[in-house]
């Protein structure tokens, strides 16, 4: 069956850096679009970065533009999120998700399975 996996979280300086890691395994990941997203406790799921199916574009949103870089490994079956320059407003759960077709979205409802999240604190 379809199942995601996150590591890699954990507390982490403001200026410093973490990479998370989505281990999946039950689909082709090559195919299907990949999200990251991010919540804190009382605010909406946030959608923070994406790589599409087959040609693997990315897509970032403004708050982590130059700062953030998606990417994916066929052979692991596993999707990267490099965290750069963090700052304490990134702090909160990371999720990664399945889409549910090859284009990305930044929308929840596109996504149709979830990791169990990954706890990210920026604080000195």
């Known amino acids: 069956q379809v199942q995601l996996v996150e590591s890699g979280g954990g507390l982490v300086q403001p200026g410093g850096s973490l990479r998370l890691s989505c281990a999946a395994s039950g689909f082709t990941l090559d195919y299907y679009a990949i999200g990251w997203f991010r919540q804190v406790p009382g605010k909406e799921r946030e959608g923070v970065s994406c790589?599409?199916?087959?040609?693997?574009?990315?897509y970032n949103v403004d708050s982590v533009k130059g700062r953030f870089t998606i990417s994916r490994d066929n052979a692991k079956n596993t999707v990267y999120l490099q965290m750069n320059s963090l700052k304490p407003e990134d702090t909160a759960v990371y999720y990664c998700?399945?889409?549910?077709?090859?284009?990305?979205?930044?929308?929840?409802?596109?996504?149709?399975?979830w990791g169990q999240g990954t706890q990210v604190p920026v604080s000195s």
């Open positions: 790589i599409s199916g087959r040609d693997g574009s990315t």
């Open positions: 998700a399945l889409g549910t077709d090859y284009a990305c979205s930044a929308y929840v409802y596109f996504y149709d399975y």
